[in-house]
């Protein structure tokens, strides 16, 4: 439907007309953009009728509006679905809101959740507030037992089972294919959190149902879009779709399109950022402000034989967390205000290096209690490992670890 012309019918449109709609909807063109467009369109309209009509009846890939669907996400969701090796994903307009998404369209009021108990905290408390009130059992345990697992998945007969491949802040590995065997014995669908881990590890081969990840993170990759996507089947996709459509949950074109830039260059950050951790963790071991470091690569961590055989020689991930000795609140924000090239703040995967406070960001919603008994300690700080020179991000962790201890370099 090409616009009208300037001299359209019995007399010439008036200039107010005419600002208004010379220009717009021109034909197809004959050309290939090198690039995906963004499509800022809210709507979309059709010659045919009758396409129109199939479109709003959902036909794949046909696009009526924005919130139902646009070709920018959808190029996206085409990608990400590639990357994981599933059949096809759907965008959400934040990592959350596709966690949620994925959540609401697997189970039922009353049903059974079982979950790990170091979730990201903002999934740990949807599933111990919203989900209890929805009135569905959850139980969190911890999934490096299997033993454990086994008998919660054996005794609850969940609908849904809940874990990240990689924990936040602790980093320790889930034995996703041995997690995913016991939970499909009892006909439980199985969502994966892979967002610490793109392009190391895809969940999907190993039978998962569900593989989320915040477009925020690594996938993103400069700070600059907030996004989640789900990686599934088409049938679940049907479900997440009609949920986003009924909940306004879709992601924007600029939003989708960014998301999608930072895709192209995420294998090779990954590999950077693999790298510049591995480093810095075997450095931090050495220090002697720090009493504990938390990283898969290392073959002290709890989760080194799991990671490595899921990841391969692929790399132990971006992100470290370390204990300052003898450290605790006071202790910490002296460190991170004495940080100058890494930045403070509440995300990761970022090509900037980042530093967070658990406690006081991601984890705030736990108790002290609760933070004390799943081992996130008063003094612990989690670090973004971004794509700078190593010896950089170290210096500056040492100055600043030197400046919380009240000494000089």
Request: proline share 6%; with cysteine; charged share 20%.
């Amino acid at each position: 439907m090409q616009s009208p012309s300037p001299s359209r019918g019995p007399r010439k449109l008036d200039i107010a007309t005419r600002v208004v709609h010379t220009g717009e909807r021109p034909a197809r063109p004959d050309f290939v953009p090198v690039t995906t467009p963004i499509y800022p369109s809210a709507s979309f309209v059709y010659e045919d009728l009758d396409v129109m009509d199939q479109a709003l009846g959902g036909a794949e890939d046909a696009f009526v509006y924005t919130r139902y669907g646009n070709p920018t996400t959808r190029a996206l969701e085409v990608a990400v679905a590639d990357l994981e090796g599933t059949e096809t994903a759907f965008a959400f307009a934040s990592g959350m809101g596709a966690l949620h998404a994925a959540i609401m369209t697997s189970i039922a009021p009353g049903d059974a959740i079982v979950a790990s108990r170091d979730l990201y905290g903002a999934t740990y408390a949807m599933l111990n507030g919203q989900l209890r009130e929805w009135g569905c059992r959850v139980e969190f345990v911890d999934m490096l037992d299997l033993e454990a697992v086994g008998a919660a998945i054996e005794r609850l007969r969940p609908a849904l089972v809940v874990c990240e491949v990689i924990s936040n802040p602790l980093l320790r590995v889930t034995d996703v294919p041995a997690v995913v065997e016991m939970a499909h014995r009892v006909g439980a669908t199985v969502m994966v959190d892979a967002t610490f881990c793109p392009t190391l590890y895809a969940p999907a081969a190993d039978g998962a149902d569900l593989v989320i990840h915040s477009l925020t993170k690594y996938i993103g990759g400069h700070g600059d879009v907030t996004g989640g996507i789900v990686a599934t089947s088409k049938e679940r996709r049907e479900r997440l779709a009609t949920f986003a459509r009924t909940t306004g949950a879709t992601i924007g074109p600029f939003e989708a399109w960014l998301a999608l830039r930072g895709l192209k260059t995420l294998p090779l950050r990954m590999e950077r950022h693999c790298a510049n951790a591995a480093a810095i963790a075997s450095a931090l071991v050495e220090h002697p402000l720090v009493a504990h470091v938390n990283y898969p690569g290392l073959t002290s961590h709890p989760s080194h034989a799991t990671a490595r055989r899921l990841f391969g020689e692929r790399g132990y991930g971006g992100m470290i967390s370390f204990e300052i000795k003898d450290g605790g609140r006071e202790q910490v924000f002296a460190f991170l205000s004495a940080l100058e090239l890494i930045v403070p703040a509440t995300s990761l995967g970022d090509v900037y290096s980042l530093a967070l406070y658990p406690a006081m960001s991601s984890h705030r919603a736990l108790t002290p209690e609760e933070r004390a008994a799943y081992g996130i300690g008063d003094g612990l700080v989690r670090i973004s490992v971004g794509i700078e020179a190593p010896e950089d991000i170290l210096a500056d962790l040492d100055q600043a670890l030197r400046a919380a201890a009240g000494t000089s370099r």
